[in-house]
């Protein structure tokens, strides 16, 4: 969607998660070491985890899914908010998923949760905030408007993140999604505005 090649800080994370994942798919320890595992949190207070959980992933197709939709979003979110706010929002976004997740977890010591899902929301719905009207597409399929997709998504993944039988952390996509929206309105308060005029525009 944006220029990659003008997007340092998107070409950054793209590379610093690329390299961490593959020394992990290689390096069991490493990745023991620094995957969000509540157990060693915990009772080791080893609470790095929450950040550099972050960066791995568990197989090959995570990561490629990830690194394709930051690959997607990233550089205009990076245009928009310039490359020191797009990282703020990007951390923020990690770390409010990490949260997230360890709270609704807390009492489980063997959960575990790796990849850039938490920061990744933040970064979408920041998109989605920016270009509330852009058509973007649920699942890869459904087509719908960036404001419906933000909505969607929050929704979905509350809802997720409740079942008992979940493979995937929805927990992180929520409090990343959250803690994103957060983010950006505070690094870029215009944001707010910008937004309701698109859409009194839309459907004034």
């Not at 899902?117 to 058509?135: D, K």
Request: hydrophobic share 50%; aromatic share 14%.
């Amino acid at each position: 969607m944006g220029d990659l090649f003008a997007s340092p800080v998107t070409m950054g994370l793209l590379a610093l998660n690329i390299a961490t994942s593959l020394i992990a798919f290689s390096n069991p320890r490493f990745y023991n070491e620094n995957v969000l595992w509540i157990g060693p949190m915990i009772d080791k207070q080893e609470w790095h985890r929450a950040f550099t959980s972050g960066f791995l992933h568990v197989n090959t197709l995570h990561l490629i899914v990830n690194m394709y939709a930051l690959y997607l979003f990233g550089p205009v979110v990076e245009y928009v908010m310039g490359g020191l706010g797009f990282a703020i929002v990007y951390l923020v976004s990690l770390l409010g998923g990490s949260a997230y997740a360890i709270a609704q977890n807390r009492t489980n010591p063997d959960y575990r949760a790796a990849g850039a899902s938490g920061a990744l929301s933040g970064i979408t719905l920041a998109f989605c905030l920016f270009a509330p009207f852009a058509m973007l597409y649920l699942l890869g399929i459904i087509p719908m408007w960036g404001i419906v997709f933000g909505i969607a998504y929050v929704a979905f993944s509350y809802l997720f993140s409740k079942r008992a039988d979940r493979v995937i952390g929805h927990e992180a996509h929520l409090g990343g999604a959250l803690a994103g929206i957060v983010a950006t309105l505070v690094v870029r308060p215009e944001t707010l505005g910008n937004f309701m005029s698109q859409v009194a525009e839309r459907f004034g």
